[in-house]
């Protein structure tokens, strides 16, 4: 019989026998299974092992255990998980709504507070000193494509 060697259908080379939360995958466990770790010096891997035995990993907590707080622990807990591919849930709200751009809302409906206009004016008065200078930087036959298209972006705000 042959020993060792790399076994595809080993339990350890399974990924689906791997939890997220670790541990073996099975959610009833207390603890965390010691593991034997290969390779090291004469008598290291039998030391690593009892410590390990001695004091055990605990398994990581549920969601209901964790320190969410109760209503929401157990809402999160009753959702179920909607694929990447499913249909929209909501189909008369587009995509851009919360955005201050396209349809929808924008983002004043997020009740953040309203855009302060004074720093908004005092903001384009900055720019529109700066304008002669970066203008002339924008005609520069070795200014970049990017430089001229961020200057225009600003020439454009005011």
Known sequence: ??????????????????????????????TQAA??????????GQALMQTQQASPLA?????????MPSGLASAAASQSVVPMN??????????TDGADFGPGVGMDALGLGSR????????AAQIAAYMPALLTIAANPNTSN?????IRKLRDQI
């Open 35 to 44: 593991k034997y770790v290969p390779g090291l010096p004469y008598g290291e």
């Open 146 to 150: 990017m430089t001229r298209m961020i």
């Open 116 to 123: 302060d206009q004074a720093a908004d004016d005092a903001y």
């Open 86 to 95: 499913a249909p929209t849930s909501m189909p008369n709200i587009p995509v």
């Open 59 to 67: 398994a990581a907590p549920s969601i209901e255990q964790s320190s």
């Open 1 to 30: 019989m042959a020993r060792g060697g790399m076994r595809p259908t080993a339990p350890q080379n399974n990924p689906m026998n791997v939890s997220a939360r670790g541990g073996n995958g099975q959610s009833g466990d207390a």
